[in-house]
């Protein structure tokens, strides 16, 4: 299990605050079943069994860049599309920072992420104010790269904002191989979120917010 340390404290006296940002997220539908642990501060290892394999992949390629402990299972029903289970897995992921983040106190809270992958180059903010919104940008020459449903991309960006509660703005501005470009948005991603969710030492166990409150009503 992850920790991350702060000191807080007045004059010469100090304490440190030990936090363990991991958590456990199931969701089980007649669509999808889905089983998530995460661990915010960990190595970027993982254990991701879903289908398609590029999807692993990708998945794989945030947990990495974003040094996040990920485990996920996910099945669903691709006899019909990928729509279901792509949608889902994001919304089961941003559930599982949501939930290791908890009150989201002491936290950068935003991030942004320029990454470019050879030819390709994509960018990703995120922001962790309570408020699921989500911006999608993108465009891919085929319609699946491996056995992965470019289509379905947003719908994964849409479901993470949602489970996230936060924006989730990604932008996709050149790219020559649609495998490049994916992996040039995932990659990114990861950054963003690693950024965001790093503690700031200067804020200590205060909110990253001019109203001192994170909530499910939005925050500025």
Same mark, same amino acid.
């Given at each position: 299990?992850?920790?991350?340390? #702060?000191?807080?404290? *007045?004059?010469?006296?100090?304490?440190?605050?030990?936090?363990?940002?991991?958590?456990?997220?199931?969701? &089980?539908? &007649?669509? /999808?079943?889905?089983?998530?642990?995460?661990?915010?501060?960990?190595?970027?290892? /993982? &254990?991701?069994?879903?289908?398609?394999?590029? #999807?692993? *992949?990708?998945?794989?390629?945030?947990?990495?860049?974003?040094?996040?402990?990920?485990?996920?299972?996910?099945?669903?029903?691709?006899?019909?599309?990928? *729509?279901?289970?792509?949608?889902?897995?994001?919304?089961?992921?941003?559930?599982?920072?949501?939930?290791?983040?908890?009150?989201? &106190?002491?936290?950068?809270?935003?991030? #942004?992420?320029? #990454?470019?992958?050879?030819?390709?180059?994509?960018?990703?903010?995120?922001?962790?104010?309570?408020?699921?919104?989500?911006? +999608?940008?993108?465009?891919?020459?085929?319609?699946?790269?491996?056995?992965?449903?470019?289509?379905?991309?947003?719908?994964?960006? +849409?479901?993470?904002?949602?489970?996230?509660?936060?924006?989730?703005?990604? /932008?996709?501005?050149?790219?020559?191989?649609?495998?490049?470009?994916?992996?040039?948005?995932?990659?990114?991603?990861?950054?963003?979120?690693?950024?965001?969710?790093?503690?700031?030492?200067?804020?200590?166990?205060?909110?990253?917010?001019?109203?001192?409150?994170?909530?499910?009503?939005?925050?500025?």
């Amino acid at each position: 299990m992850g920790k991350q340390a #702060f000191s807080e404290g *007045h004059g010469n006296s100090s304490k440190e605050v030990i936090m363990n940002r991991s958590s456990q997220v199931e969701r &089980k539908t &007649k669509e /999808t079943q889905i089983s998530i642990s995460l661990d915010l501060d960990g190595r970027g290892e /993982t &254990k991701i069994t879903i289908i398609p394999a590029f #999807f692993a *992949h990708m998945l794989e390629a945030l947990a990495c860049h974003g040094l996040f402990d990920l485990s996920l299972q996910a099945e669903g029903d691709l006899q019909v599309d990928q *729509h279901h289970l792509m949608e889902d897995t994001g919304l089961v992921l941003g559930e599982a920072f949501s939930k290791a983040l908890g009150e989201r &106190k002491g936290i950068y809270r935003s991030g #942004f992420y320029l #990454f470019p992958m050879e030819d390709a180059l994509s960018a990703a903010a995120v922001d962790l104010s309570g408020r699921p919104y989500h911006k +999608y940008k993108a465009s891919f020459k085929r319609r699946f790269v491996g056995e992965m449903d470019t289509d379905c991309l947003e719908d994964f960006i +849409y479901g993470l904002s949602v489970g996230l509660r936060g924006t989730v703005n990604v /932008t996709m501005y050149q790219g020559r191989s649609d495998h490049h470009k994916m992996e040039s948005v995932f990659k990114a991603l990861g950054k963003s979120l690693r950024m965001a969710c790093t503690r700031d030492s200067r804020l200590g166990d205060r909110f990253p917010s001019t109203k001192e409150v994170m909530d499910n009503g939005g925050d500025y």
